[in-house]
């Protein structure tokens, strides 16, 4: 079983991964250790069940998380969430919104997406993220860490060689073709959007905010660093989906 990989301040990184055709996509949870206890961010897909559920356990000597912050409840996020609390007690649950048929959601705290609160010892604030697609995803800063989970957002694909690397771990960085990749298979509605205002957006939360690392589901943690390469080739990928595609005129 792979070892969880540290990042910073007590976050752990979860990485599986779903193997396309062609490419490995990530599809990732996180571990916080803070002073008292252990927050998982999101919960993963059921397809890694197992395998995330062991990694969990070793990592906190078989105590379990006490709390999980959810991004938002699509399966690859949210599948393993009863499973998760069968396995241990009296894990609290925090999402900013919850399809109430979706199994352990229903009783989730609900946090608001703008405001920040405390789950257990740590503080978190809950981003209005500039990539989503769907209305209910919360982008979620470790004030702790410094880390952002940004769910969907800063994905990317991988070599099956890569499924461990950080953006630290590449000699230049993520490279631009699997970001575009992913968005260009994922978030087929970046055509629409504006790539000065996607960009204008990020750098707003990136002054809000100090960050020490990106963390996103489907995609390599990206570190402070290397974050504003990232971030530019990010924004030139989406001007590149926009122009491939012809929107008409209203
Ligand atoms: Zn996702
Ligand atoms: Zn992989």
Redesign the pocket.
Known sequence: MPATIPLTGGVRWI?E?F?HEDA?E?VSVYLIETETAAILIDSGSFYHREAIAERIDQATGGDGPEAIVLSHSDYPHAGNISTIRDRWDDVELVASSGSPELQGLSDAQRCTIGDSRTVLDRRFSFVDPPLADRSHTAWIYDHGSGVLFTADGFGSY?E?A??DRTSRQFEDNVPRETIYQYHANNLAWLRYVDPEKLEAALASIFETYDISYVAPIHGHPISGRELPEFTNRLVDVAGCIASEYEVPEP
């Open positions: 990485n991964c193997a490995h990530h991988h099956p890569d499924c």
